[in-house]
């Protein structure tokens, strides 16, 4: 008799945020440019969908670009900008028979106007459907996305419509760019570097982080699936005893 844990036996995370790394010394070990690395990515990307929609996990977040991306080399940045904005061309209306719903956080007005309108297109295209939400982080960072949250608050209570006291937690994460999801129940960072670089920073704080030496161009569905194994293993307590959790006389 086989002990193996069968896939299916397995919880999924509601959500997965990944920061996916690892794509320009996937090139430069191939002796190529790190651009070919970034184009090598975009399978990976519609690879982890694909395992999402059908795993029913209710949310995935990809990390694409960061506010500090933009220190990078100008013809490196341009070509990110090209490549994002093909693949969304290329991939938008598979991505909506798939039923799958497109969200963009960050700050999209760096941006170009068409890419800008072509993302608000993508959003309300797919903004009816219920597989999966996809959340594509551009130009983010967890502390713009504190900045833009203290911003709307203040905007409110400047003109009445809020007293400090009425800020919480609930609160803010109401004014986050990510309001109205579920938080990360699983981190992955590819790539081998073991290191948030301002991702969601309020939004990890009881998320389960996962590391794996693997480069973005190489992760496939079986590497996601270590990780959720690995997922499987864990005791996340939120500040209760083992104990506690093991009774269950907390609903967590
Ligand atoms: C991640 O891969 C993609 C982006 C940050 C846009 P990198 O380009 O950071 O790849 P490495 O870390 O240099 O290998
Ligand atoms: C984080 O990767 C950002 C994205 C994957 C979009 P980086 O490669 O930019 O992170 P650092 O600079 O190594 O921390
Ligand atoms: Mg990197």
């Known amino acids: 008799m086989s002990i193996s844990v069968d896939m299916s036996d397995l919880k999924m995370p509601k959500h997965i945020a990944i920061i996916m790394d690892g794509n320009g010394r996937w090139a430069q070990n191939r002796f190529m440019p790190r651009t070919v690395g970034h184009r090598a990515g975009v399978k990976s990307v519609r690879n982890v969908v694909e395992y999402c929609a059908n795993k ?3 949310v995935l977040t990809l990390f694409a670009f960061s506010s500090e991306n933009w220190r990078r080399p100008a013809a490196e940045v ?4 090209g ?7 290329r991939e938008i209306n598979r991505l909506d028979k798939r039923n799958v719903c497109l969200r963009f ?4 007005t760096a941006f170009n106007d068409k890419l ?3 993302m608000l297109e993508a959003e309300l295209q797919t903004q009816g459907n219920s597989a999966l939400t996809l959340v594509i982080a551009v130009n983010y960072g967890g502390r713009w996305d504190l900045c833009q949250a203290t911003q709307k608050v203040i905007d409110k209570m400047s003109i009445g419509a809020l007293e400090k006291q009425e800020i919480t937690e609930q609160l803010i994460n109401d004014h986050l760019s990510t309001a109205g999801l579920p938080e990360p129940d699983l981190f992955i960072r ?7 670089s301002n991702f969601m920073l309020w939004q990890l704080a009881y998320t389960e982080m996962y590391f794996t ?3 973005w161009p190489d992760f496939d569905q079986s590497v996601l699936e270590e990780a959720v194994r690995s997922f499987n293993g864990r ?3 939120f500040g209760h005893t083992s104990e506690q959790v093991l009774n269950q006389a907390i609903t967590l």
């Open 56 to 58: 029913n996990v209710e």
């Open 78 to 81: 341009e070509l990110l900008m």
């Open 83 to 89: 490549l994002f904005m093909s693949s969304l061309q």
């Open 105 to 108: 956080i960050g700050d999209i």
């Open 116 to 118: 800008q309108q072509k």
């Open 190 to 196: 590819t790539g081998g570097e073991q290191r948030v």
């Open 213 to 215: 030496s693997t480069l």
């Open 235 to 237: 005791q996340r307590r």
